[in-house]
């Protein structure tokens, strides 16, 4: 029956004394409650966990260099746009240039000296040889008063090369309307520059000029007495030419 201790409810004869400790009853355990909470406690919302302070953020102040210049500025604003560079104004030409007309030809001839011709003037003389050895009258007509550049010494127009040779092409038509020409010598490198357009490479040919016509580039007056072995090269260039002018005249 499994029981360990059995105790009489009355005394037994002849029965050995019981243990005092086995008659104590044990006190009777108590069982843990928990408490009864008020029902407003029960139904209020659970009170969230309290959180950790935030650490306030402390800006601290960076310190400025001893000797006082400023901080330096972002790599944007550091890269300054580059400097515009504005091209050099180019001076005026100088030049002085004289038409004249033989026959049916216009003459633009570099004035070497900047002065007029003169009838004892080598530059003179030389150029009526060149007349006569190319058929035409050796005695030529000045048309108008010589064609000198810059217009003005002081002025703020433009004097360029471009306006200089806008004059002296137009210069050349008006003249040109005024008596039709069959043909135009250029003198000198002034009037092939600024009335043919070329350089002196073009010396001793033939060129076409947009609303002047054919034109012959030759070197000046002063050059080809300077040095005379030019005079070679002129002569050859004007036999291939000569035709052009000696057809119109006829």
Same mark, same amino acid.
């Given at each position: 029956m499994q029981v360990v201790n059995w105790l009489p409810r009355t005394e037994l004869p002849f029965a050995a004394p019981s243990r005092p400790e086995l008659l104590e009853t044990p006190e009777p355990e108590v069982e843990a409650v928990a408490p009864v909470l008020p029902a407003a406690a029960a139904h209020a919302p659970a009170q969230p966990a309290a959180r950790p302070a935030e650490r306030m953020k402390i800006e601290v102040p960076r310190p400025t260099p001893a000797t006082g210049r400023p901080a330096a500025k972002p790599a944007e604003d550091a890269e300054e746009a580059p400097p515009v560079v504005r091209p050099a104004p180019v001076p005026p030409p100088r030049f002085a240039l004289q038409l004249l007309r033989a026959g049916r030809c216009l003459l633009l001839v570099e004035l070497p000296t900047g002065e007029p011709f003169q009838s004892r003037d080598p530059a003179y003389l030389l150029l009526k040889d060149m007349l006569r050895a190319a058929g035409l009258p050796d005695a030529p007509q000045i048309v108008g008063e010589p064609v000198r550049w810059p217009l003005l010494v #002081?002025?703020?127009?433009? %004097? +360029?090369?471009?306006?200089? #040779?806008?004059?002296? %092409? +137009?210069f050349l038509s008006v003249r040109m309307e005024e008596a039709p020409c069959a043909f135009v010598w250029l003198i000198g490198l002034p009037a092939v520059r600024f009335a043919g357009e070329a350089d002196a490479e073009a010396f001793n040919r033939e060129l076409q000029i947009e609303g002047l016509g054919p034109a012959w580039a030759l070197p000046g007056l002063e050059l080809l007495m300077e040095e005379p072995q030019r005079k070679g090269a002129v002569w050859q260039a004007m036999r291939r030419l000569m035709a052009r002018w000696k057809e119109s005249n006829e």
């Open positions: #002081r002025s703020s127009m433009d %004097q +360029g090369p471009e306006a200089a #040779r806008d004059f002296v %092409q +137009g």
